[in-house]
């Protein structure tokens, strides 16, 4: 079964996805906001071992926590980002931009790729790019669970922000529409940031996006 526990890190606010199929213990974590430290502590608390990392994108308010995480864990984790973000993780997320510094991470370890499967113990995932908010934006859908992690693609009664180096208003309307609203309407959507929501309800009420 999947279990999902939601840290809301760092200076924005970032919702971070600690993730795990509860029958083998292996675990997955979801955009490492902030605070790589209690990541893991809240993993080892449930004893659960963390051995995958998942990048939404490499805004650094979603990686700021990746470094301290990675050195903290007995084995190194798989690190999964799309190679066009990349160039903007090299450049810490654009940290700098904001007043920001963050720790080091290593280099991520696997390139991520629309219809990409991923595992989680017995669980698969698909990878679904969806590109607007940065090039290499990617999601993460769970059909067996009805869920999906969305990064700062789609939020409850919002969508990401476009006007970051490498944003497209245009191209995310149509990740959204494509790959989002493609999805069964009682999935459930795990934004970047703020509440959970559902995809019937953003269909119905988003004011940014039309079916």
């Keep these: 079964m999947l279990e999902i526990v939601t840290l809301t890190l760092g200076p924005l606010a970032t919702n ?10 292996e675990a997955a974590v979801i955009d490492p906001a902030w605070d790589g430290q209690l990541i893991a502590a809240e993993a080892k608390r ?3 071992k963390i051995s995958q ?24 984790p798989t690190i999964f980002l799309h190679p066009d ?8 997320g654009g940290a700098g931009l904001f007043g920001f510094s963050q720790p080091a991470s290593p280099a991520p370890t696997l390139n991520l790729a629309d219809k990409m499967e ?11 790019h ?14 067996q669970a009805m869920v999906c992690f969305c990064g700062d693609l789609i939020f409850q009664n919002s969508v990401g922000r476009t006007d970051l180096p490498g944003g497209n208003w245009d191209v995310l309307l149509k990740s959204i529409r494509s790959q989002i609203y493609s999805l069964p309407g009682e999935t459930r959507l795990l ?10 309800q953003e ?3 988003n004011p940014f996006v039309h079916s």
Aim: glycine share 12%; net charge negative; charged share 15%.
């Design 16 to 25: 971070t996805y600690l993730t795990a199929d509860s029958d083998t213990g």
């Design 46 to 48: 449930r004893h659960w």
């Design 203 to 205: 269909k119905s009420a």
């Design 118 to 128: 991923l595992g989680l113990g017995y669980i698969p995932f698909q990878v679904l």
């Design 85 to 92: 973000d990349r160039l903007l993780w090299d450049n810490q």
């Design 191 to 200: 934004s970047g940031h703020g509440p959970e929501t559902t995809l019937r």
């Design 130 to 143: 969806t590109p607007g908010h940065t090039p290499g934006h990617c999601v993460f859908y769970c059909a």
């Design 53 to 76: 990392i998942w990048i939404t994108h490499a805004h650094f308010d979603h990686i700021g926590g990746a470094g301290d995480l990675a050195r903290i864990l007995e084995t190194p």
